[in-house]
Nanobody, 125 residues
Framework: QVQLVESGGGLVQAGDSLRLSCAASGGTLSRYALGWFRQAPGKEREFVAFISWTGGRTYYADSVKGRFTISRDSAKNLVYLQMNSLKPEDRAVYYC??????????????????WGQGTQVTVSS
């Protein structure tokens, strides 16, 4: 069973960039489709980005399209979320998630079996 640990969160100003990382232990990430989600205070956890197990397919929420990029480094067993042009509304706890699915884009929380504990991102205006 794979364990996921996110890192890279912090406090930044609007317009800045951050790169989140998600490291895996107990399993090889190359076997999994991966996603990033976020949860702002008082809101439900929402989909941010997806990358297929091959890395050949990505998908983004409309709210982050063109600003965020998901990528994976199978050799290092890592998945990244590069976040550019951050906005105050991007403030949230960010979670990475993994699933063994080989099929369609996974955008629902219930579609992922494994989750990290989250990393806080705060964007000041």
């Amino acid at each position: 069973q794979v364990q996921l640990v996110e890192s890279g969160g912090g406090l930044v100003q609007a317009g800045d960039s951050l790169r989140l990382s998600c490291a895996a232990s107990g399993g090889t990430l190359s076997r999994y489709a991966l996603g990033w989600f976020r949860q702002a205070p008082g809101k439900e956890r929402e989909f941010v980005a997806f990358i297929s197990w091959t890395g050949g397919r990505t998908y983004y929420a409309d709210s982050v399209k063109g600003r965020f990029t998901i990528s994976r480094d199978s050799a290092k067993n890592l998945v990244y979320l590069q976040m550019n042009s951050l906005k105050p509304e991007d403030r949230a706890v960010y979670y990475c998630a993994a699933d063994c699915s080989r099929g369609a884009v996974l955008r629902g929380r219930d579609e992922y079996d494994y989750w990290g504990q989250g990393t806080q991102v705060t964007v000041s205006s």
